[in-house]
């Protein structure tokens, strides 16, 4: 008899497992919290490297033709390597300001980036600026940036 109450079951006690548990829940909370804004970083950042390859391809495409501007979209965006936006994505404004829908890019032509508004205004005929949008946590944000 006393052979049987001094043997001790190994194991763990109810208490532990449910410890154990509740930091693994934890965890993967904090991780999908944090997934989605990742990847939201990840996008914009893909976007404002198309933008800046983009205006790239179009100072590149205006050196290589004597100073005259491109007259479609076509004359650069071959030599852009794009991420995120794909080819059919841009699309190039040569009167009027840019567009309004999220998930183009526009290179406007004959305009520049307001300092205050951050948004396209008349410029020069010489002048180009991208229009783009990025997203924060809950909607997306119009941002310009001058070729």
Known sequence: MSNIKNRKEG???????????????????????AVPALQRNSRNTQRKNDVSNLLGAVNEF?????????????????????????????????????????????IVKGYKCSSATATPVAGSSRQVAAWYYVENSTTTIGQCQEG
Do not use: R
């Open 11 to 33: 194991g763990f006690t109810i208490i532990e497992v449910l410890i154990v548990l509740a930091i693994a829940g934890l965890i993967m909370l904090i991780v999908f919290l």
């Open 62 to 106: 205006t050196n290589n033709n004597g100073g005259v501007l491109p007259t479609a979209a076509t004359d650069f965006t071959g030599n852009a390597k794009l991420g995120y936006y794909a080819t059919g994505d841009v699309t190039y404004v040569t009167s009027g300001g840019a567009g309004t829908a999220t998930d183009k890019v526009y």
